[in-house]
């Protein structure tokens, strides 16, 4: 039955958990995969998010299917190490997923009211989030900011949650400020020739744009993958052009490559 389930191409959910028992199975299964733990498959499972990510950047769809698939893989990866531990199986993980989504809509699983705003809405989530974690005596303001999102993204989410308590300024003038004396710092640090203290200034300069984009209600994340994405497309709109004539980067200038670099910039807008 477990052979027939693997094989069969409709077999969904149930077949990929199957898959993942074979493979884990220490008799029979894949070395590599045996050997796995919760630590060495991690980074796969970051780097799996960033690509479906991606995929939803360039609204590429077909891409998109295969990189949810990746990533629910990396899920059941998870739940296998877990379940051959005794910790706990996928069933656990999705039935408690699905706890949480029920305990968090009470105005579509429960008695309350639909009728408010989405902002409404999203107080009344981190509400029950603040319960949910004074329930798991997660009492400090920042307990539970994993330690190990991507940098810009935590300095984000701990801004969130210190604004929560008041602790924030109370328009943007106070962070547009702070902006300004954070760079004179990373100017300073730099004249200075201390790389570890340019270092820390940079590091705050970062934090307080953290905090900019929150107030301007921007993605950092999202936004700097933007930049990359235009900085990507427009050199490559350089290499296109010194090979007309031949050349490689190379080859070229930065004169001649930043009039071609305005030139990718021009052509852009002009679309």
């Known amino acids: 039955m477990t052979d027939d389930l693997i094989h069969d191409p409709k077999g969904g959910v149930p077949r990929l958990l199957a898959i993942m028992r074979a493979l884990r199975d220490p008799a029979t299964g894949c070395p590599w995969d045996i050997e796995q733990d919760f630590a060495t498959i991690a980074p ?5 998010a960033y690509e479906v990510a991606d995929a939803i950047q360039r609204a590429d769809w077909p891409d998109l299917t295969g990189e949810l698939g990746d990533l629910l893989l990396q899920v059941v990866f998870h739940a296998q190490i877990a379940d051959d531990k ?31 705003t989405a ?7 981190e509400a029950i ?24 993204l935590r300095a984000t989410k701990l801004q969130k949650r210190a604004a929560r308590v008041g602790f924030d300024w109370p328009d943007m003038t106070g962070v547009l400020d702070k902006v300004a004396e954070e760079m ?5 640090a730099e004249a200075s020739g201390d790389p570890d203290h340019t270092e820390e200034e940079f590091g705050d ?20 993958r933007r930049a990359n994405a235009k900085f990507t497309r427009r050199f490559e709109r350089i290499e296109a052009l010194l090979a007309e004539k031949g050349k490689t980067p190379e080859m070229s200038d930065l004169a001649e490559m930043d009039a071609l670099w305005n030139r990718a910039k021009a052509e852009e807008k002009g679309r």
């Not at 300069?205 to 700097?224: G, I, Q, S």
Request: proline share 3%; glycine share 8%.
């Open 44 to 48: 796969y499972t970051i780097e799996e």
């Open 129 to 152: 989030k603040a319960a949910e974690r004074a329930g798991q005596t997660q009492t400090g303001t920042l307990d539970g900011v994993a330690l190990g999102l991507p940098a810009l």
């Open 205 to 224: 300069l970062m934090f307080v744009m953290a905090n900019l984009a929150r107030r301007m209600k921007v993605d950092p994340e999202a936004a700097l």
């Open 119 to 125: 902002q409404q809405q999203t107080r009344d989530w």
């Open 184 to 188: 004179a710092e990373l100017v300073e």
């Open 86 to 116: 005794g910790l706990f199986d996928f069933d656990t993980v999705a039935n408690g997923v699905a706890d949480k989504m029920v305990a968090r809509h009470p105005h579509v699983f429960g008695s309350e009211s639909r009728d408010k």
